[in-house]
């Protein structure tokens, strides 16, 4: 054979492989048919959404598998900026952040990916995702073509597309699609000039052929104020909608096309003081089964909630501010902890009727631990430990200043001056701008006196001399994630006024609490505080909790106490609130609990502390009208 026919088959090898490589790996849009194609061929996706911010980074192969135990053939997944870039220019992506083998176990486990990168993602997490250093500017118009907040975006999404560019599916990854910011059409700024820039940063940074979308409530104005021409249009609606009418109205959108439900509602988010959320399993797999049937794609929003550890939970503000729980069960199909649910078994019986399920039994809940009563002792209050907890020493200011003004996003700052003059009568303490963002507890010379509470309580009366020290230690209670109240300031915004004095000459302390306590803090140098100094105000309170051979899930109930935080071997697990419900437990990961060494157990009460100073580690949640 000569060298040209040699060289001739040669290449027509190599183009065959070409074509066959790249015909391999591809993901897209069929207009003609009304579906997407993978790889050429038709492709409906079933899909749940988990956020890996939610789930302890040991836990994530678990609840995968279970997800695609369930006949799952695709998760969706958002990407919260703030939890990736805490100080602007400053990016973590390991542990518990590490998106990258999250993505890998998705991967490894057979599922695709649908990811929603934001940048802002509401998700009922703090500000939507957004970073609170980006409200440095109070002129800063989000979610908007700001240049000061698209400079930031830009900055962002090229550090975050360009390490998700090789997980695209078409790259040999398993990202199918990309959504483009949240919902948009349910902001009031409405600024098609925003999302053209996003349009146009994503596809910079992942290329003309991934499908890029987006989601938006079912109304014709959202989909007219969230949808733009080359991003494809999709629909979110719950079990309370006709389908048909909701997918007549995306296909005003996308004549052409799949039908997308991207965010099905399996359950719903809880605010402090509502009943928990709950949806029926029934209507949920009979509203599955009819989608389904008409060959809709379905996202279930949520598959796995998680957990708000920390100060991550987020907050709506309608006619009033309601910050969401620490629990993001969700009345899910697979439970806050990870327990596949009556839901989820009855969302796979439906999925097995329109594709092969995996074979095999449905993994089954970890196992869970009650260790019994942990006796706590008084360590001090947050006023007298602030040497401790502020070693940097205030800011002095005429005025108050808020949190993001001594840039300190979360948690809690003392505010500290002196009485102005003597008031032996009640005096009325008052916010006129209704500027406690969130709660403040208030003590005058060490005396506890109550609580401010944002759009709840604007005055309190307080007595004391002349020169008395006041302190109001204020705690964000999480960001708005929703609607226009998201540039969500917190501390004391504007002058506090008592009787008719304004009140100056602050001292404004910062506090690491998770710095001093994640450093071994109080069991380095603890003493118990032995005065009989009342059990109200803000103080911090210690006990241990004895290793007992066995690590596993369990949850802690505060029966008795009123509000405050829980830190777990100096890990916070979230926010307790019993007092208000309808949490009443908080979930402790077996990977917080040592099997072998004495494990310290630190709790910040805010109000009132159990007279009987006893937590309890049960091996069951309780979120108020749930069936435990
Ligand atoms: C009470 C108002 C809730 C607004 N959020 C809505 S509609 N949702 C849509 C939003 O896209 C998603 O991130 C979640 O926030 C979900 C509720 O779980």
């Known amino acids: ?51 890996y911010f939610r789930v302890p980074r040991c836990y994530w192969k678990d609840r995968l598998m279970k997800m695609y135990m369930s006949g799952l053939n695709a998760i ?16 973590s992506f390991e542990g518990d952040r590490d998106l990258e083998h999250f993505l890998h176990l998705a991967n490894e486990t057979g599922l695709l990916v649908i990811l929603r990168p934001g940048p802002y993602i509401c998700a009922e997490w703090e500000m939507g995702g957004l970073p609170a250093w980006l409200l440095h500017n109070p002129k800063i118009i ?14 962002w999404l090229a550090v975050l597309l360009t ?34 820039s996003l349009r146009l940063l994503f596809r910079n940074f992942l290329g003309e052929d991934v499908v890029l979308f987006t989601t938006d409530g079912n109304t014709d104005k959202e989909l007219a104020c969230g949808s733009l021409q080359g ?15 909701a997918f007549l109205r995306q296909r005003r959108f996308e004549p052409k096309g799949p039908l997308v439900n991207s965010e099905f509602y399996t359950g719903w988010l809880d605010h402090w003081g509502d009943n928990h959320a709950s949806v029926d399993t029934h209507k949920v797999s009979k509203m599955l089964r009819d989608m389904m049937s008409m060959g809709a794609n379905v996202n279930m929003y949520m598959f796995e909630g ?29 439970s806050e902890a990870g327990d596949p649910t009556d839901k989820l078994l009855a969302i796979r019986d439906v999925i097995k009727d329109f594709r092969d399920i995996p074979v095999g039994p449905m993994p089954p809940a970890l196992p869970k631990m009650a260790y019994g009563f942990v006796m706590l002792q008084k360590i001090g209050n947050v006023s007298d430990l602030l040497e401790i907890l502020s070693p940097q020493g205030p800011v002095k200011s005429l005025k108050p200043l ?74 964000n209670m999480g960001r708005v994630n929703f609607g226009p109240k998201i540039n969500d300031y917190k501390g004391i915004l ?128 309780q979120l108020d009208n749930m069936a435990v």
């Open 306 to 334: 998680g957990t708000n550890f920390g100060y991550w939970n987020g907050a709506d503000h309608d006619t009033r501010f309601r910050p969401v729980v620490t629990s993001y069960d969700y009345d899910a199909p697979l």
């Open 76 to 91: 969706q997944v958002y990407v919260p900026w703030n939890f990736h870039e805490p100080v602007q220019g400053v990016y």
């Open 402 to 475: 808020t949190f993001e003004e001594i840039k300190q996003y979360y948690g809690y700052v003392l505010y500290r001056t002196r009485l102005p003059r003597d008031i032996p009568d009640h005096t009325p303490l008052i916010s006129p701008l209704n500027g406690i963002h969130d709660r403040a507890y208030i003590s005058v010379n060490g005396v506890y006196q109550g609580v401010m509470e944002r759009d709840i309580t604007l005055v309190i009366n307080v007595t004391g001399h002349e020169g008395d020290q006041m302190d109001l230690l204020v705690e």
């Open 494 to 621: 504007g002058n506090l006024i008592l009787g008719n004095d304004i009140l100056s000459d602050w001292m404004i302390f910062p506090l690491d609490i998770d710095g001093v306590i994640a450093s071994g803090w109080p069991q380095s140098g603890w003493k118990a505080d032995s005065r009989e100094a009342g059990d109200t105000g803000p103080s911090f309170y210690f006990g241990t909790l004895k290793p007992n051979g066995v690590s596993r899930d369990t949850f802690i109930k505060l029966p008795g106490w009123t509000k405050g935080q829980v830190f777990i071997n100096g890990v916070n697990v979230g926010r307790f609130w019993p007092e208000r419900g309808p949490q009443h437990t908080l979930y402790v990961p077996a990977s917080l609990i040592s099997a072998t060494s004495t494990n310290n157990i630190t709790v910040l009460e805010l109000e009132r502390a159990a007279c009987h100073r006893r937590v309890v580690f049960t091996d069951r949640p």
């Open 231 to 245: 991003l494809y249009t999709t629909i979110d609606f719950g079990t309370d909608t006709n389908i048909s009418d």
């Open 1 to 51: 054979m000569t060298s040209q026919a040699l060289c001739m088959r040669a290449s027509v090898f190599i183009t065959a492989v070409i074509i066959s490589v790249s015909a391999e790996r591809s993901f897209s849009i069929d207009y003609s048919n009304d579906c997407f194609l993978k790889d050429g061929q038709y492709f409906r996706y079933i899909s749940g959404s988990v956020h």
């Open 163 to 196: 390490k998700m560019h090789p997980w695209l599916y078409q790259n040999g990854g398993n990202i199918i699609s990309v959504q483009v910011e949240n919902e948009y059409g349910s902001y009031f700024a409405c600024d098609h000039n925003y999302m053209r």
């Open 142 to 155: 989000l979610r908007s073509a700001d240049s000061e907040y698209m400079q930031a975006v830009g900055d």
